[in-house]
């Protein structure tokens, strides 16, 4: 039976987040915050499709200083939906931020520490007590603005943007995320501070989950209930970015965690509201399903026999109705059956085999790690996306991030084969695994010059 996790209320603008309220969904703008027009228009978009909070990218004050713009644009239009701010690598400008948005998003992998360099770091037990008092420094004036403008933040961790320093001293682990996280949160709650959301974030859909769960352990531990924001970052598009979504987010909903969500398409973000929105609508159905299948297990198998009124519909409901028991390791097989128009054997074979993938278990395709894009992108992504899908789709196994820029993109493409990374505008680098291997390539030759890598690579 579904029940939700009890969390205290975190009011952002004119919404609350949290305890009995709805939830909440959201998604991310990808035009150049210094485009108002852009700006206006692209989030009319997305709360015209039920977006509740619409988030921007803010690299610096100059964009900061622009959400005043933005938000003033389209109050006086008659949209009141909270706009949220964020921020990498210059805590400066989450203050400025913290003036004009309802809410401000800082990563703590970047907000004090230096930028990942994948360096271990020696610390002594009190040269890291002086790491954490630097970030207390930094944050304690920020708390104070958000205090006297009513502003709300989210403490949102990257997978693959964790510091050198929580990297060196808790490794790529799930303990090393939530600490992150932890080490932020302590600072907050020190300063009564509560109109705080959490987010803990992976394009890996077993570590997402996984840690998730164990910050809400570990918050429970502490007597910290905040809400939290779910999503699987860098899911990439098509079925492939719906589905696993639904398998990362799905997994956690169903278990009564989760009081917002993002389903992150490398798509328009508008695309992104009617796919959340049939999450959290499925929540009873979904919980209902997972109990079933769960009890009906047998020779390491989930039999699914599933109806629904379109092909879309049918894939989000597979997918996170089974997404926590596979991720658990409960069955490592699965069968899908339906009555369902536009299905047919072949299609929910395929349909099981992409929702292993998901949850890492069966691998039977290309997988892509790919951004949703943001203003921060230095390219066109869906163009590039297709190219490099058509040119390697048949490379069953390989794994290929896709990244927008650097925020996320060497950490959260860490597991992956090759990555292509944004590096400046019409700038591209390339990665084997974690290696940058080539830089600053002109974006007209990039995509060719990763597929001569890949194909030199595979001869060798």
């Not at 997305?46 to 977006?51: E, L, V």
């Not at 099981?352 to 203003?375: H, M, N, V, W």
Request: hydrophobic share 35%; charged share 25%; aromatic share 4%.
């Amino acid at each position: 039976m579904y029940q939700r996790r009890k969390t205290i209320v975190a009011r952002v603008g004119n919404i609350e987040i949290g305890g009995d309220n709805p939830i909440r969904i959201q998604s991310m703008a990808t035009v150049d915050t210094n485009d108002t027009e852009g700006c206006v228009a692209q989030a009319k978009r997305i709360i015209d499709a039920g977006g509740e909070l619409v988030r921007f990218t803010t690299q610096g004050t100059r964009e900061a200083e622009n959400m005043k713009n933005i938000s003033a644009r389209l109050k006086a239009d008659g949209y009141q939906t909270p706009l949220v701010a964020d921020v990498h690598f210059t805590a400066h400008t989450a203050d400025v931020a913290a003036l004009y948005c309802e809410k401000v998003r800082i990563n703590p992998g970047n907000y004090v520490d230096p930028g990942r360099t994948f360096k271990h770091l020696e610390y002594t037990d009190e040269e890291y007590a002086a790491e954490l008092q630097k970030i207390e420094r930094q944050l304690v004036p920020f708390i104070n603005i958000c205090k006297e403008h009513h502003t709300a933040v989210r403490i949102g961790v990257n997978h693959g943007s964790l510091s050198d320093r929580i990297m060196s001293r808790y490794g790529d682990t799930p303990e090393g995320i939530v600490e992150s996280c932890m080490e932020f949160l302590r600072i907050f709650r020190r300063e009564q501070f509560n109109d705080v959301v959490i987010s803990i974030k992976a394009s890996n859909t077993v570590v997402m989950v996984t840690t998730v769960r164990l910050l809400v352990q570990t918050m429970d531990r502490e007597d910290m209930h905040y809400p939290l924001h779910l999503g699987v970052t860098e899911a990439g598009e098509g079925e492939d970015g719906r589905i696993k979504s639904a398998v990362g987010i799905g997994a956690l909903l169903t278990e009564g965690i989760g009081d917002t969500i993002r389903v992150s398409l490398s798509e328009e973000p508008e695309c992104e509201i009617p796919v959340a929105r049939k999450l959290v609508d499925m929540i009873p159905e979904c919980t209902r399903l997972r109990e079933e299948a769960e009890a009906s297990i047998q020779d390491d198998t989930i039999t699914l026999n599933l109806d629904a009124p379109d092909y879309e519909t049918l894939q989000l409901k597979a997918a996170m109705a089974v997404g926590g028991l596979l991720i658990d390791r409960k069955a490592t097989k699965l069968i899908i059956t339906s009555s369902t128009s536009q299905t047919s054997p072949t299609s929910l074979t395929s349909l099981a085999d992409a929702i292993l993938q998901a949850a890492r278990i069966k691998f039977t395709k290309t997988e892509y790690i790919s951004c949703p894009g943001c203003g921060r992108t230095l390219y066109n992504l869906q163009e590039t996306i297709a190219r490099i899908k058509a040119a390697t789709k048949d490379l069953v196994g390989l794994k290929i991030g896709i990244m927008g820029c650097i925020v996320n993109g060497p950490g959260e493409m860490a597991d992956a084969d090759y990555g292509y990374v944004g590096a400046g505008r019409g700038k591209i680098s390339l990665y084997r695994a974690k290696e940058c291997v080539e830089k600053n390539i002109p974006e007209a030759e990039a995509v060719d010059k990763l597929l001569e890598l890949i194909r030199n690579d595979r001869k060798s």
